[in-house]
C-alpha cells in the first residue's frame, strides 16, 4: 500500500491525473483541503493547517482498504507555498508553520508521503487552463506565474 501525493501549480493536471489513475487502480484520492472542507466564516490561525492534519488522517484510514491514496496536494503545502512568497501571504511566519508541523511530526499526526510527484506545464498552458476551467475559480493561479517569472 502506497501514500503518493501530486504536487504543482493550480491547473498543472494533479486532480485530472488523480481521477486517471484511480479509474485504473484500486486508488482513492483525498481532495485539496479547499474541496474537502467547507472554511468557516472566522477561521483560527491554524485552521487551514489543522485541516491538512485531518487530510493525513484520512489517507491513513483509507490506505486500509484502497493499494494506493493520492493525495491531491502537498499536506506541508502551506510550508512551502509561504515559503516560496516570503510569508508575506497569510500572516504566519515560518517559525509559526514550522513550530505547527514539527509538533504534528513528533506526536505522530503525520508522516511524508511515501512518493512525491511533482507536475509541471508553461505558464500559457496554466493561463488557458484557468480561462477555460468553469468548474473552479482558481484564484491564486497568478502566485504561481510569478514564480515562473
Keep these: 500500500m502506497s501514500l503518493i501525493c501530486?504536487?504543482?501549480?493550480?491547473?498543472?493536471?494533479?486532480?485530472?491525473?488523480?481521477?486517471e489513475?484511480?479509474?485504473?487502480?484500486?486508488?482513492?484520492?483525498?481532495?485539496?483541503?479547499?474541496?474537502?472542507?467547507?472554511?468557516?466564516?472566522?477561521?483560527?490561525k491554524t485552521w487551514y493547517l489543522e485541516r491538512?492534519?485531518?487530510?493525513?488522517q484520512i489517507a491513513q484510514e483509507?490506505?486500509?482498504?484502497?493499494?494506493?491514496?493520492?493525495?491531491?496536494g502537498d499536506i506541508f503545502q502551506p510550508l512551502s507555498y509561504n515559503?516560496?512568497?516570503?510569508f508575506n501571504l497569510f500572516n504566519q511566519s515560518l517559525e509559526?508553520?514550522?513550530?505547527?508541523?514539527?509538533?504534528?511530526?513528533?506526536?505522530?499526526?503525520?508522516?511524508?508521503?511515501?512518493?512525491?510527484?511533482?507536475?509541471y506545464t508553461d505558464p500559457e498552458n496554466l493561463k488557458y487552463r484557468k480561462e477555460n476551467?468553469?468548474?473552479r475559480k482558481r484564484g491564486n493561479i497568478h502566485l504561481y506565474l510569478i514564480m515562473y517569472n
Design 52 to 56: 491538512q492534519i485531518e487530510r493525513w
Design 6 to 19: 501530486l504536487e504543482g501549480a493550480s491547473a498543472v493536471g494533479k486532480t485530472s491525473t488523480s481521477n
Design 133 to 135: 476551467d468553469i468548474t
Design 62 to 72: 483509507k490506505l486500509k482498504t484502497y493499494n494506493t491514496v493520492i493525495l491531491d
Design 96 to 119: 509559526f508553520i514550522a513550530r505547527f508541523y514539527r509538533n504534528e511530526i513528533k506526536e505522530g499526526r503525520i508522516r511524508f508521503p511515501d512518493k512525491y510527484f511533482y507536475l
Design 21 to 44: 489513475i484511480a479509474k485504473r487502480t484500486n486508488t482513492y484520492i483525498i481532495p485539496e483541503v479547499n474541496l474537502l472542507f467547507v472554511r468557516p466564516k472566522v477561521e483560527s
Design 83 to 86: 515559503w516560496c512568497y516570503d
